[in-house]
C-alpha cells in the first residue's frame, strides 16, 4: 500500500495532478454536441460522438484524428449537401472540447 507522499511522488512524475481530471457529466445514453460542450478525454468525446450518431441516426466521416484534436464531416454531405463539421481539441491536459 501506498503512503500519500508517494503517490504524490508518482503524479509529478507523470506531470499530472489528481486534480486536474475535470469532472464532466454528461448523459451517456444521449450526450450531448454543441459548441463549447466539454468531455473527460478525446477517448469518452468520441464514444460520445458515436453514440450521439447512434441516437440521431446520423453518419459521419473522420477527416483527421490525433491523441490531441479530432475533425469529423456529415457523411452525406455530397449527396444530401450536409453541411456540418465538427472540431474537438483538448484543452491544455484537463479535457475535450
Known amino acids: 500500500m501506498e503512503s500519500g507522499s508517494e503517490v504524490e511522488a508518482d503524479e509529478e512524475i507523470l506531470g ?8 464532466v457529466e454528461y448523459d451517456k445514453e444521449d450526450p450531448p454536441m454543441s459548441v463549447g460542450t466539454s468531455y473527460p478525454s478525446m477517448k469518452e468525446f468520441k464514444l460520445a460522438l458515436s453514440q ?7 453518419e459521419y466521416n473522420t477527416a483527421k484524428s ?32
Open 66 to 97: 490525433a491523441p490531441h484534436r479530432f475533425r469529423a464531416y456529415c457523411s452525406r454531405r455530397d449527396e444530401d449537401k450536409c453541411p456540418w463539421w465538427l472540431y474537438a481539441s483538448k484543452i491544455d491536459d484537463t479535457g475535450t472540447r
Open 52 to 58: 450521439h450518431a447512434i441516437k440521431h441516426e446520423f
Open 16 to 23: 499530472h495532478e489528481a486534480d486536474h481530471i475535470p469532472n
